[in-house]
């Protein structure tokens, strides 16, 4: 690991004591976390590092998007797409995408899908508003979660009836919450009931978002790639959430959950109307004006789910089970105006073209645990299996209006609608799981753990795709993986342990990586399958501290990962001699190295001067490097060295809470291209406070960026070139406020 002396004394100089998101005090450090072992196990117990979000922290940091969730965790961001789509997913050391497992109460988020420059299916699917708790692990995780946990595992965990109604303490609640945020002019209003009886409880829960465009920094309006202000954006959204319980008596209990989450969203695209100059590329004088274009975008998640809890059936000590459906569609259509000008004869024409990406998954997992004893070993045993089938289907339709004669026709530049970019797919995916926890006295505890799962990809063709695709054959992929883990925490005092871990990762070929399929004989070229594709893998490496006493608690950590066998798509492989068309295909071709420190904590100061008694202070950093090892370059996704640390004010005698954050950032110098921007580094201070005015009435205040810094995300311009006229178009908003109010009885 190489790193400047500069660099590390300055992240070990950063006091091991804070993260607005994370354990906020000695008690919460034993919160429960149930993802990281798939049972309710205290963090202290997970040799790996967990970040464990709770709903006070969501309320208290103004928390209204996946972005925000994450604002003060180094080390996982959630990218942002400064043109249309919005926010692309989250990403952890530095890798993002499907790499990384986001559930909603044990059901996966879609995966995400992009291709061109009119189509990007993403995986924000989510209201913050419902959330209990968010836990966010690190790392290859597919001991347990199977493919997809290649990066980590972001778990979500909606909120119960008793999680509404645990506050007043009553058996009926009314809960409203209304918010403005002026970085993007945004509006949040919900609305929620609870109840229960003697056996059944239930909530419903609805909210309601509304908004504009993300402000930044960007002063140059206008059209065309010089357009440094944010595109004209308007969104509304909804979520709603509804549960019902049925308690059975000795602890044994039904859920039924269904859940429908959309969003629609209009985009004046003006950084792209533009005029192009193709004189050069064509040998004769060739523009093209483009002088409109706007997108229409919806997402759309529908989810049921029943669960079945047993906290003592008689056969175990504790059984889980859950069967679910979900469906998600995103609808993206893009309307453009365009002149194209050949040796000077103009042809205007209006364009429309309509693109769908719909994922529908069925599945069930069934959990179960056991404690008992052997000789002097104590064992805790947790076993499940899972079994779940997702159909994926995509494509991209429109039509090109000739204004001059008024013909219609279905090309649209290289394409002749409707087109699909692979076949529709079908996955069926099982997992059995097993880990034990094997207690060696009261100071030493093994963790071994393995996975095996079966992967079946079944494609299926259609008269759109065979058309589009002739003579086109599709690869099915039938495979078997196995993911050990190894982990041990060692009690070296009673307030200090040790920890280290060994995990894989693994990710099966995806569908269209497997199927790609298209031709473009006007432009000469082709896609072809692979079914020679092999899952990408991942081995990780974690050793760590972590101590909690009465001044505190921190963890310390070092990593290394170490991914194989990454799926490149569209690796060009030459001409082929027999169609003269250049050919592409994905192929297995990276390999990735990316390693790490981490830290996090809280200091009570009260543990230094009684007078201090109402002060916190909670800090965290996270320093990475990665590295392209079969290119030989730096990874462009690794954030640059980050450090967050908040001084917090919490009087006993006052029902008020006030904390001052600042987030520190090295500017990003090591990047793969020469030239590729460099962001800068930057510093700057938000304000978080809050104020109980009444039982059960709480308002929330937020200032951010208060010196108006002008910077830039790293996840937001990497790979951008450093001559891009835009880059102002993707910094950060300046200083900006938000409010919320909450009124419960």
């Not at 003060?72 to 942002?80: A, E, N, S």
């Not at 002026?182 to 609870?194: F, I, K, N, P």
């Not at 192929?587 to 007078?611: F, K």
């Not at 109402?614 to 290119?631: C, F, N």
Request: with cysteine; hydrophobic share 35%.
């Amino acid at each position: 690991m190489t790193c400047s002396i500069r660099r590390l004394t300055a992240f070990m100089l950063l006091p091991a004591s804070l993260t607005a998101v994370a354990d906020t005090d000695t008690a919460k450090l034993d919160k429960m976390t149930v993802s990281a072992a798939k049972s309710d196990r205290p963090v202290t117990e997970i040799a790996a590092p967990v970040t464990v979000i709770d709903d006070e922290e969501i309320a208290r940091t103004l928390t209204e998007s996946i972005r925000d969730m994450v604002r003060y965790i180094p080390g996982v961001t959630v990218p942002f797409q400064g043109q249309r789509f919005g926010l692309a997913g989250f990403q952890i050391r530095g890798l993002g995408g499907n790499r990384v497992q986001v559930s909603v109460d044990g059901v996966r988020i879609p995966d995400g899908f992009a291709i061109g420059d009119f189509t990007n299916a993403s995986r924000n699917f989510i209201d913050t508003d419902s959330l209990k708790q968010v836990e966010i692990l690190r790392g290859p995780a597919s001991s347990l979660f199977g493919s997809s946990a290649l990066a980590g595992v972001v778990a979500l965990t909606t909120k119960d009836p008793a999680d509404w109604l645990a506050d007043t303490g009553g058996d009926f609640t009314v809960r409203t919450r209304a918010g403005y945020y002026t970085a993007d002019e945004g509006w949040v209003a919900s609305g929620t009931l609870a109840g229960r009886g003697e056996r059944l409880s239930g909530s419903i829960q609805w909210v309601e978002r509304s908004g504009h465009e993300l402000d930044n920094q960007g002063e140059v309006g206008g059209t065309g790639p010089t357009r440094t202000q944010p595109n004209p954006h308007e969104y509304d959204g909804r979520n709603v959430l509804a549960k019902l319980l049925l308690d059975e008596g000795s602890d044994k209990k039904w859920r039924l959950t269904l859940e429908q989450n959309e969003t629609d969203s209009e985009t004046n695209v003006l950084n792209l109307v533009r005029t192009q100059d193709f004189t050069a590329m064509f040998g004769f004088p060739y523009i093209v004006d483009t002088t409109a274009l706007s997108g229409d975008d919806s997402t759309r998640r529908q989810r049921f789910s029943l669960d079945y809890e047993a906290a003592a059936p008689g056969w175990a000590d504790h059984f889980s089970w859950k069967v679910y459906y979900q469906n998600a569609v995103t609808e993206q259509e893009t309307f453009e105006r365009r002149t194209t000008i050949i040796t000077g004869q103009p042809s205007p024409v209006e364009r429309l073209r309509r693109a769908e990406f719909e994922q529908d998954i069925l599945g069930t997992e069934a959990i179960a645990r056991w404690r008992f004893g052997t000789g002097n070993f104590e064992h805790d045993l947790v076993g499940g299996f899972e079994i779940y089938e997702t159909r994926t289907e995509q494509i991209r339709d429109g039509f090109e209006i000739d204004l001059t004669d008024g013909s219609t026709s279905p090309t649209v530049g290289p394409d002749t609608f409707p087109v699909r970019d692979f076949p529709n797919s079908t996955t069926l995916e099982a997992g059995l799981y097993l880990e034990d926890r094997i207690a060696f006295g009261e100071r030493f505890r093994l963790i071994p753990g393995v996975r095996v799962d079966y992967y079946d990809l079944d494609p299926q063709l259609d008269s759109i795709f065979i058309e589009d695709n002739p003579g086109f054959t599709p690869a099915s992929v039938d495979e078997t993986s196995v993911t050990p883990r190894l982990g041990a925490i060692y009690a070296l005092t009673g307030e200090l342990d040790l920890f280290a871990q060994y995990a894989r990762g693994f990710r099966s070929p995806p569908y269209n990586d497997v199927n790609v399929g298209f031709t473009n004989l006007q432009f000469g070229y082709t896609a072809i399958p692979n079914p020679d594709l092999e899952p990408e893998e991942s081995r990780g490496w974690e050793l760590g501290l972590r101590s909690r006493s009465d001044w505190g608690q921190f963890t310390l950590t070092a990593y290394r990962n170490d991914y194989d066998d990454f799926i490149e798509s569209f690796v060009s492989l030459g001409v082929n001699p027999e169609t003269g068309l250049l050919v592409f295909q994905s192929q297995n071709l990276t390999d990735v190295r990316i390693q790490g420190v981490e830290a996090s904590g809280t200091l009570n100061l009260g543990s230094l001067a009684p007078a201090l008694d109402d002060w916190q202070l909670r800090a965290a950093a996270a320093w990475s490097e990665g590295d392209d090892l079969s290119a030989d370059v730096p990874l462009n996704s690794i954030e640059p060295a980050t450090g967050v640390i908040g001084l917090r004010w919490l009087p006993t005698n006052l029902p008020v809470d006030l904390e001052l954050v600042a987030t520190a950032v090295e500017g990003k110098d090591d990047v793969a291209s020469p030239g590729n921007f460099q962001a800068p580094g930057y510093l700057t201070l938000d304000l978080l406070a809050g104020w109980e005015i009444e039982p059960g009435t709480q308002l929330r205040l937020g200032l951010f960026n208060l010196t108006d810094r002008k910077y830039w995300a790293w996840s937001s311009v990497r790979g951008r070139t450093a001559d891009d006229p835009g880059l102002d178009r993707y910094t950060q908003p300046g200083f900006n406020a938000g409010a919320s109010l909450t009124w419960q009885f």
